[in-house]
């Protein structure tokens, strides 16, 4: 019995409701597209090394490596331990946010005040798609994510801003594993930003065949 919150079947795509979490294993070698069908919504997304998950995906690593933080086609995704997770083989929106971090309750009501206390937020989302596997908030961290979809912007400053999503109606990112995972997925339910152009959206996921 799988500890997931769900199976994929390859070839059959799943609609991840917005707002909404799930995950799911994936065996070495199966690719997984995620689709934005109705454009501008941001996924966050974290796995583990399914025979030992202490092994995580790491954005620096993947920043690393790649000499790169914006990671996109063909570039691969690497965990805490820079072995190879991931292998991004398509990407139509080419945005894709790679410094780590998600929206929290803490972090939502440092920013945008009481408004934040007990909002849908990817922490909890990610924690609870997690649970199953007796893993909890302790298990992964701001490095894991990779925030698909996600446009964030520096200036010459240094100024960090999360601007409006870029992603079409359509648009999907296929990446490939490159080690058996448990995947997490948030839907970001975050409505206090631009992140997901104020209006959340379904994603769809499936393990292609
Ligand atoms: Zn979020």
Not at 42 to 67: G, K, W
Not at 112 to 139: F, H, I, T
Not at 178 to 194: D, G, R, Y
């Amino acid at each position: 019995m799988s500890r997931a919150t769900a199976i994929l079947h390859p070839g059959q795509p799943v609609t991840l409701a917005p707002g909404g979490n799930i995950s799911f294993e994936i065996e070495a070698g199966k690719k997984l597209k995620l689709t934005q069908p109705e454009g501008e919504q941001v996924a966050d997304f974290i796995s583990f090394n399914r025979d030992d998950v202490r092994e995580l995906l790491s954005m620096h690593s993947s920043r690393a490596v790649n000499l790169n933080w914006k990671l996109t086609a063909p570039d691969v995704l690497y965990s805490n331990r820079t072995r190879e997770m991931w292998q991004i083989e398509e990407d139509l929106t080419r945005e894709n946010y790679c410094g780590g971090g998600y929206c929290s309750e803490h972090l939502n009501v440092a920013r945008y005040g009481e408004v934040g206390k007990g909002a849908p937020n990817c922490q909890s989302n990610l924690e609870m798609a997690v649970r199953g596997y007796g893993m909890d908030r302790w298990s992964f961290n701001v490095d894991a994510c990779f925030n698909v979809f996600m446009t964030v912007a520096y200036d010459e400053n240094g100024v960090w801003e999360i601007r409006s999503p870029k992603g079409k109606p359509g648009d999907y990112i296929v990446m490939r594993a490159l080690m058996p995972q448990i995947v997490a997925i948030s839907n970001c339910p975050v409505l206090f930003n631009p992140c997901n152009n104020f209006r959340l959206k379904p994603l769809t996921l499936e393990i292609l065949k």
